[in-house]
């Protein structure tokens, strides 16, 4: 004789939240693994998910899917002054297949560790480091220009693919450097330098948008490039501009001539990587093979 066992029916939102407190399926990596000061940081959430979104930091992360479908993606990062210390990456993600799903927790702790940078003395014209009142009202012209500018990017990624030198010529080892101005003034230098001479073609980085392309106190002729999510990268002291705001412009496109204008000991093109408001390590954005996305 055959027994047959009862079916049981389990609720709905009994599934949901068993599906919750399951251990996720997806994996939460970043690239660099070890995450410091300064770092640009790839995330990547593999699963199938309807929606994946995120926060480090203080600062909210987009992600986007990949072409597959199979994972997604966000490029972010720590500022260069950040504290070491622990953080909480947050991250959750829903499929989208059940009516009330409850978001998956995918949250990463990572730990920030210290970045060790050069400290350095440099002498530039006294006005650079003691500006009179009209250098200050030009400065402060200037910090509205770029907060306005800022403000404008786009949500959605423009770059593609691996991120590449704006100029042929070689970069010094300077971001991160602790600098003293005429032995008075000490700053952080947030950007990369490159020993380029006077009319050297630059070029944009990756694909993107003309956020601002004008003359600026410090930064003596300026192009601000928005990729996307929070991504910009600034080209500054340059000797010429050739493009506008508004204008989309192509990898390897060129932005105009590297100079000496602004606050400068000699010709060079300083290029810096910022990602909503943090100032991120430009050698190490270049560095992340990005070839496949997004």
């Known amino acids: ?47 199938h998910y309807l929606h994946v979104e995120g926060s480090w930091l ?6 986007f899917p990949a072409r597959d479908g199979s994972a997604w993606y966000a490029l972010a990062g720590v500022d260069v002054q950040a504290p070491a210390g622990p953080s909480t990456l947050t991250i959750t993600a829903t499929t989208g297949s059940t009516v009330g799903e409850l978001p998956r927790d995918l949250s990463l702790h990572v730990p920030i560790r210290p970045a060790h940078y050069r400290t350095a003395a440099l002498t530039v014209a006294p006005g650079f480091v003691e500006p009179d009142p009209a250098q200050q009202a030009e400065i402060a012209l200037a910090v509205k220009a770029k907060e306005a500018a800022f403000a404008q990017g786009s949500a959605k990624p423009l770059w593609a693919g691996t991120f590449t030198p704006p100029v042929p010529s070689q970069p010094t080892d300077s971001f991160g450097t602790r600098r003293t101005l005429n032995g008075k003034l000490s700053t952080i230098h947030k950007g990369m330098d490159f020993r380029a001479p006077v009319g050297t073609p630059v070029t944009a980085g990756n694909s993107g948008r003309v956020l601002l392309a004008q003359k600026l106190y410090y930064e003596g002729n300026c192009v601000i490039l928005d990729h996307g999510q929070g991504l910009m990268t600034i080209h500054m002291h340059l000797s010429r501009i050739d493009v506008h705001p508004g204008d989309t412009v192509t990898q390897g496109q060129q932005l105009g001539l590297s100079g000496a204008t602004g606050r400068v000991t000699g010709p060079h093109l300083h290029w810096a990587v910022r990602w909503q408001a943090a100032m991120l390590d430009p050698a190490k954005l270049l560095a992340l093979n990005l070839s496949h996305l997004p």
């Open 1 to 47: 004789m055959t027994g047959f066992l009862p079916r049981l029916t389990i609720p709905a939102f009994l599934l949901c939240v068993t599906a919750a407190l399951l251990p996720a399926r997806a994996q939460t990596t970043l690239k660099p693994a070890i995450v410091v000061a300064g770092s640009p940081e790839l995330i990547r959430v593999s699963g």
């Open 58 to 63: 203080g600062r909210k992360i987009l992600f």
